[in-house]
């Protein structure tokens, strides 16, 4: 079943570049599903740090997306464009968007949808599109993290670090995470870390080094950068792999390169959003084939920390510039939500 769909919707618009006080809801017209896409009526969209930085005016959407912020959504498809075959009105689906997902409506190219996993609401499958993808992308796939490799994700209670904990340690890694309090070291524990590192009072090279006798960790998930950098350097193993996926701390470093040399390390990074559909259907099918099972039987979730209504957003983005969140933090769009 399906309602009609609206002439008009309501978003979240970013007035001007600045604070979370410039998102203001505004009304729009629904757009229409072009060959390819799919519009889906929005339950719930996840925030992310992106959000944030495109908000600022540092994150400009690539060319031809939504300047509506929202990477990712969860809802019920509304209308199919010519040339889907995979999906029909009416099906649950959760979506990675270049943009577009604070809105009651939002158009995702076919390929970038997947179903919303048994046992999951909409809320919860609105966490999944944007972490999993990047965490896939990057530990999985760039960083080719094995079974029983050692595995060092940064920001563990963020969303990207609360998923990765869970996915390397499904996967058969040993798991490190830092975090900035004892609380959110122990959530990090829960969720499968091996050794959380408290990084306001502890040092997560030393303690590396220590807990895998020297010999440093096979894979570092990074979103911190700065002097950091240099520092993941030291704690990779010989033929350990850097994944730096954002800079909290400053993207300019100042690198003796010489050590990376001698241990046959690599540092790599990536974004997602920019990347052809074709490349983001690519990390679609194994999340489909190896991780939603694992969401299904209950081994994987998404972390949960707090909901806002979508005319709440503003306040959404306030919780996620304090860093107290561990986990997800989503927006609920309409009764749906």
Known sequence: ????????????????????????????????????????????????????????????????????????????????????????????????????????????????????????????????????????SNVFDRARLQPDESFLVHGGSSGIGTTAIQLAHQFGATVFATAGSDEKCAACKELGADRAINYRSEDFVEVVKEMTEGTGVDVILDMVGGDYVARNLKALAVEGRLVQIAFLKGSKVELNLMPMMLKRQTLTGSTLRARPVVDKAAIARPLKEKVWPLIEAGKVKPVLHATFALAEAAEAHRLMESSAHIGKIVLTVGASG
């Not at 604070?19 to 996840?46: D, M, N, T």
């Open 1 to 136: 079943m399906s309602d009609a769909i609206p002439a008009s919707m309501t978003v979240i618009e970013i007035t001007q570049p600045g604070g979370p006080e410039v998102l203001v809801p505004k009304s729009r017209p629904v757009p229409q599903p072009a060959p390819g896409e799919v519009l889906i009526a929005v339950a719930a969209a996840g925030v992310n740090r992106p959000d944030l930085l495109q908000r600022e005016g540092g994150y400009p959407p690539p060319r031809g997306a939504s300047d509506i912020p929202g990477l990712e959504i969860a809802g019920r498809v509304a209308a199919v464009g010519p040339e889907v075959d995979e999906w029909k009105v009416g099906d649950s689906v959760c979506a990675l968007v270049t943009g577009g997902g604070y809105a009651e409506y939002c158009l995702a190219p076919a390929p970038q949808c997947l179903p919303v996993p048994k046992g999951l609401d909409m809320t919860q499958a609105a966490a999944l599109p944007e972490t999993f993808f990047t965490v896939w």
